[in-house]
């Protein structure tokens, strides 16, 4: 089976959850300045899962870009993914709504958790199907981003009882990290290391 | 004419059912564990359609990959289908908004018994246009799940008077059934005929 | 410029507006038959708008199967005729909740007639652009029931305010003629005008 | 990495946000033509972003036809333009709700110039990329419109202040502009400048 009706599904999901989480902004009650500013942490929230999910369509295309064929196993690990990828746009309101109450914000990263523990199975049945010298496992490399973001994401979750402005921080941070080409990063982690190293 | 279109269109039909139901989950009252666990109806009655909704989609995708060309009535059939599987957010809403009060429950089994029917006259039309000996009417085969689920989904809305969790585990037993690989199923219905007749 | 992304696109559009319709049926307050049945007003409004989204999904197919290229001005006109499609689940809204009443069935059909009639000026575009000797042209022919159509939405307006389920009865009326194929309606029509000429 | 995900994602996307407006009108409360009446801000603000939406989708595609390659920071572009389009939901509500309000009138303008600038900057990579001697350099051309529009989106949010309705009107011209095939406002201009110097 080749891979082009898996992927125009995944992007029909991905495009919906990004576009319908608009229909969750509460119109704000006044026509003031004000009434707009009381309405940033729905916009805030809204930013940060907008950007979260075009990284995920973003990596997706890239991934299935170098997948060659698709097996009855990967398209369920897809659909699982896109389970928890539609589920965003719910948690995003809850958090918004709410202005990062702590469960609601910890809820918002268990969501992003389980997307990521998700993609990270996705990517090793692929990975596992074509073999280990196959494009899609040279491009999914040594994986630093999908290692670390799980490893972040649980420190969020725990944050977000702690200061859940905290918490928003940690999960904008992972967006960020998944924004900078890998280069840079895989740099600035050798450098890090050298650095405690005390070189 | 040939399929690309109406398998477009059929995605793009399924993949918004499957996100606008997120739309129709309220957002908890408040912001506690308690609250989301309150939810719990609502969630998991999202869970199971998300999963049915993806069974058809796995399952509509793989015929029409067998499937040469379309003629009118198919077309019409399939649309037939959309139609059925697109009431399913309706039924999900009010089922899960209800905790699965009989009425509701029973609703809901008779859409996707509706949908089962529409899936099986849709193929029924597709193997009798290509023949007997196409690649179609070989991939369907026997169709024991095809022809379980009615039986199955009538027994679960005569159960949502009785208890309506027996009729969920039976609803939610189709879709089991469903993601089980065929040749296991049709080994374990040969063992259990064996069984009965004492072998 | 080919027609593979307009089609996409008013794929799209349509796939959308026929399913976030369902988004629009408010949840039954009870959990009864009763409360059900009392909303069969808004089902039946959901069944028709279906059943015409459908309609115009199909025909807008064939037409551009049979469509070479696409020019700025057809792009518009097409965007024309989304808009009204667009405004259907407004309009069955409206008029399902409010159980048929006269100016929201009125107003059901207003956007059913300028949605026909942005169709018949695409088709007519087309054609002009394509040539009285196109494939596209052919396919079109003397067009009856393109015709035929306002002529019905124009009485079925009138008839609102009248008795809305006779105004209902003649939007399903015009659905029911297109969903019957071209033949045989030439045939009836046939039949008729021999037997008023008294043969 | 060919264009053709990029513009189904987007072609999604633009078609989600059309659509969606219309599930953000609200039902009128009575069954009257005055209702409907009392209705009209928020019916011609959907119609003004319709409008909108409609030419962005339609400059996006002939921008993308032109386009050879599409890269990493392109793809982000794409998606930053897509991130404004998709608030015009969220301002369009909130303005037609209010009745031509000034600051919801106002949010609406720093949105359509937002997306200006973002389409704006989508084309600058795009043409840098391809270089100023490829396709998509001569398609885009002196690009008056593009210059004009967020001249005109700032004096309109001034504007809201004064008179909001002087805004919306000149929101509704940035869009006349663009329906406007090129030949003609550059003619225009030409003589424009001509009248300026006398001649």
Redesign the interface.
Known sequence: ?STN?M???S??????????M????P??HD???H??REAWPVLLSY?LS?VIL?IY??NH?HML?ATARVT?PI??AN?HL??WL??V??TT??MG??AF????TA?YGIVLLAAAVAYYVLQSMIVRDQGAGSVVAAAVGRDLKGKLSPVLYVIGIGLSFLSSRAAVAVFAAVAIIW?I?DRRIERGLAAGRAGERGE
């Open positions: 089976m009706r992927e125009a599904f992007d029909a999901v991905i495009a919906i959850a990004i576009t319908v608009v229909l969750e902004l119109t704000p026509t003031t300045w009434a707009l930013v907008f075009g369509w973003n295309h870009q009855g398209l369920w659909l896109l389970f539609s589920l746009p719910f309101a809850w709504e709410n109450a702590p469960v609601p809820a924004l080409p």
